[in-house]
């Protein structure tokens, strides 16, 4: 069982609110008072630090308690507790960070957010490793080509997007993450892809949408966005930049 044995109020504040958000059983005593017989996990302020020598100590950050739970609810588990992230690629990835079987955290980002997020939830914990499904070729790439801090698996993906009942939707790259998770794959440490013509065209598509003036960017802007060296907005932005205003050989509906 879990004990928080703090004076600090904000660190007691945080960690116990957590806990009780997350469901788990623990009990609260004070910083100088016996642990209870069942205490497996002490987590307490940095004054306390060396207070508890019997059973293992985590010493919360006060400005992190999810991260200081995280940490409490591995050391209840052990050596089952290695913290595996799974990632569902795409242009909002679902993210799943398991610590053992147990799903300690979720998230769904941006593209451009994934990899922050990425190493933040593997940057303190004990040889993490990041398991990215190889669907969506172009997203999967960038991301295990900007993930050099962490071990990388690249996993079949196939059949993990489950099936979402009613009430479900919105829950599916979530849920595929977890799947991903759950499954060995084949490190490495660079993903190159030759993006393809029809690839490059939807994002030459996309890139008119978002254009104030229904133009296109070219094809050379179109294969850095494919390689995740542009946004299709900072595309948009070179392509002004260095256009004239006219229409590119890209745009066919324009003259």
Avoid: C, W
């Avoid at 940490?71 to 569902?88: F, K």
């Avoid at 969506?136 to 996993?155: C, G, M």
């Amino acid at each position: 069982m879990i004990v928080v044995a703090t004076a600090d109020f904000e660190v007691y504040h945080g960690v116990v609110n957590e806990l009780r958000d997350r469901g788990t059983t623990f009990t609260t005593i004070e910083s100088d008072a016996e642990l209870p017989e069942q205490a497996t996990v002490v987590v307490t302020d940095a004054d306390n630090a060396d207070a508890f020598a019997d059973v293992p100590t985590i010493v919360a950050d006060p400005d992190d308690p999810r991260r200081t739970v995280d940490r409490a609810l591995a050391a209840v588990r052990g050596d089952g507790g290695r913290t595996v992230i799974g990632v569902d690629p795409g242009k909002k990835p679902g993210i799943a960070v398991l610590t053992g079987e147990t799903i300690v955290a979720t998230f769904q980002v941006p593209l451009g957010d994934a990899v922050d997020v990425i190493q933040r939830e593997a940057a303190e914990a004990p040889s993490p490793v990041v398991r990215i499904g190889d669907g969506s070729r172009l997203e999967s790439a960038k991301l295990v080509n900007e993930l050099d801090t962490v071990q990388v698996e690249l996993v079949d993906e196939t059949g993990t997007t489950p099936y979402l009942g009613t009430g479900a939707r919105g829950m599916g790259d979530v849920l595929a993450a977890v799947n991903i998770a759950r499954l060995e794959g084949e490190v490495v440490d660079a993903r190159e892809i030759e993006p393809t013509e029809g690839e490059l065209q939807v994002i030459k598509d996309r890139s008119r949408e978002r254009s104030e003036h229904n133009r296109a960017i070219d094809e050379v802007l179109a294969r850095r966005v494919a390689a995740g060296d542009l946004t299709v907005d900072e595309a948009l932005a070179e392509h002004r930049d260095d256009g004239d205003g006219s229409a590119t050989p890209d745009d066919p509906d324009e003259s």
